[in-house]
């Protein structure tokens, strides 16, 4: 249910609501509007009826019931766009548009800092860098792990790029969050629940990857776990979807932009190097992605891609990523973004 408030209602009377809901069972999520603030309650669907007696308490204007399954995330709570702070000077979801890029694995001192330098001179805000790696493969790399949020840790202090690294296990949430800006949660453990819930206990950002079978209200649901523990710094990242084509590694749902915009008020980044797995397909799904409306890219480099440890194939060069970074610049322009 969502509680509107009368414009102009004091702390007090939102105070007494918090409470009534928290009485009848419920969490009540404060989120503050521009006129007006909305609360949130939710848990138990079936004896959700019982919030409609909040209507009669004072500074309450009207009680309405939330259509979709998801509620935090909707538009239905949130009108307005939410901004996501990174840092004091990084926040996603408002006037700019934030690339994130970086290697698929971190792999050595000399790798991350050469690509961290590489991406901020050519743009990017946020550094990206995979230290656990859940691969396909139990024979594959799996990735530096604590040695590898290290490195990030000092390409951080080199460059002053904050870092984006993907947590694999509940176990590592903890260490993982020492080290990382924003924990990156990947396609493969979009709904692993235990996970998403520690996060959502976090006070830090979370990129959400939709998984490669996951519909947008399940992927929707995800980051209603996170955000229904409290964690409301949540990025959504479209990363290709499987379907039956084979000349690219996934299909980039790159309608999932729009249609995400429409129904929840959370950022939306597009991955265009795990959608397409291909460096020369990068490029063009880039501009198709700042063209479709998102708020940000996080997009796959790696100074020498055909000795990298994952993903080579779909890395692009540190002097390509500087010339898409030229090209994504006009086209977030016409976005109305700044780059
Ligand atoms: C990654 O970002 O390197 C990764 C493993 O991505 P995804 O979870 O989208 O496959
Ligand atoms: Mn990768």
Same mark, same amino acid.
């Given at each position: 249910?969502?509680?509107?408030?009368?414009?102009?209602a004091?702390?007090?009377?939102?105070?007494?609501?918090?409470?009534?809901?928290?009485?009848?069972g419920y969490?009540?999520?404060?989120?503050?509007?521009?006129?007006?603030?909305?609360?949130?309650?939710?848990?138990?669907?079936?004896?959700?009826?019982?919030?409609?007696?909040?209507?009669?308490?004072?500074?309450?204007?009207?009680?309405? !019931?939330? #259509?979709?399954?998801?509620?935090? /995330?909707?538009?239905?709570?949130?009108?307005e766009? $939410?901004?996501?702070? *990174?840092? =004091?000077?990084?926040?996603?979801?408002?006037?700019?548009?934030?690339?994130?890029?970086?290697?698929?694995?971190?792999?050595?001192?000399?790798?991350?800092?050469?690509?961290?330098?590489?991406?901020?001179?050519?743009?990017?805000?946020?550094?990206?860098?995979?230290?656990?790696?859940?691969?396909?493969?139990?024979?594959?790399?799996?990735?530096?792990?604590?040695e590898?949020?290290?490195?990030?840790?000092?390409?951080?202090?080199?460059?002053?790029?904050?870092?984006?690294?993907?947590?694999?296990?509940?176990?590592?949430?903890?260490?993982?969050?020492?080290?990382?800006?924003?924990?990156?949660?990947?396609?493969?453990?979009?709904?692993?629940?235990?996970?998403?819930?520690?996060?959502g206990?976090?006070?830090? !950002?979370? #990129?959400?990857?939709?998984?490669? /079978?996951?519909?947008?209200?399940?992927?929707?649901? $995800?980051?209603?776990? *996170?955000? =229904?523990?409290?964690?409301?710094?949540?990025?959504?990242?479209?990363?290709?979807?499987?379907?039956?084509?084979?000349?690219?590694?996934?299909?980039?749902?790159?309608?999932?932009?729009?249609?995400?915009?429409?129904?929840?008020?959370?950022?939306?980044?597009?991955?265009?190097?795990?959608?397409?797995?291909?460096?020369?397909?990068?490029?063009?799904?880039?501009?198709?992605?700042?063209?479709?409306?998102?708020?940000?890219l996080?997009?796959?480099?790696?100074?020498?891609?055909?000795?990298?440890?994952?993903?080579?194939?779909?890395?692009?060069?540190?002097?390509?990523?500087?010339?898409?970074?030229?090209?994504?610049?006009?086209?977030?322009?016409?976005?109305?973004?700044?780059?």
């Amino acid at each position: 249910m969502i509680i509107v408030m009368k414009q102009g209602a004091s702390k007090e009377e939102l105070g007494e609501v918090k409470k009534r809901i928290r009485e009848l069972g419920y969490k009540p999520h404060v989120i503050h509007g521009e006129t007006r603030d909305v609360v949130g309650a939710v848990g138990d669907e079936r004896g959700k009826t019982v919030l409609h007696s909040l209507e009669s308490m004072p500074g309450v204007e009207n009680v309405v !019931p939330i #259509l979709k399954p998801y509620k935090l /995330a909707s538009r239905e709570v949130k009108p307005e766009p $939410s901004v996501v702070e *990174i840092t =004091s000077e990084i926040a996603i979801g408002g006037g700019e548009l934030l690339v994130m890029a970086g290697p698929c694995s971190v792999e050595s001192e000399e790798q991350i800092i050469e690509t961290a330098r590489a991406v901020k001179a050519a743009g990017a805000r946020i550094l990206r860098g995979g230290a656990f790696k859940p691969r396909t493969s139990p024979y594959s790399f799996q990735g530096m792990e604590e040695e590898g949020l290290k490195l990030l840790a000092l390409a951080r202090q080199e460059t002053g790029l904050p870092i984006i690294t993907e947590v694999v296990n509940p176990r590592d949430v903890e260490l993982v969050a020492r080290y990382a800006d924003i924990m990156q949660v990947g396609a493969r453990n979009v709904q692993n629940f235990a996970l998403l819930k520690m996060l959502g206990q976090l006070e830090k !950002p979370v #990129l959400l990857k939709r998984g490669m /079978a996951t519909t947008i209200q399940e992927f929707l649901m $995800s980051a209603e776990y *996170i955000l =229904s523990e409290g964690n409301r710094r949540v990025i959504l990242c479209e990363r290709g979807i499987r379907t039956f084509e084979t000349a690219t590694r996934n299909t980039l749902d790159i309608s999932a932009v729009p249609v995400l915009k429409e129904q929840t008020h959370l950022p939306v980044v597009i991955d265009p190097s795990h959608a397409t797995g291909h460096a020369s397909l990068v490029p063009s799904m880039c501009y198709a992605a700042v063209a479709a409306g998102a708020d940000g890219l996080i997009v796959e480099v790696h100074p020498c891609p055909e000795k990298a440890s994952s993903d080579g194939p779909q890395s692009l060069r540190p002097a390509d990523f500087a010339a898409v970074m030229q090209k994504v610049r006009l086209f977030a322009e016409v976005a109305g973004k700044r780059l």
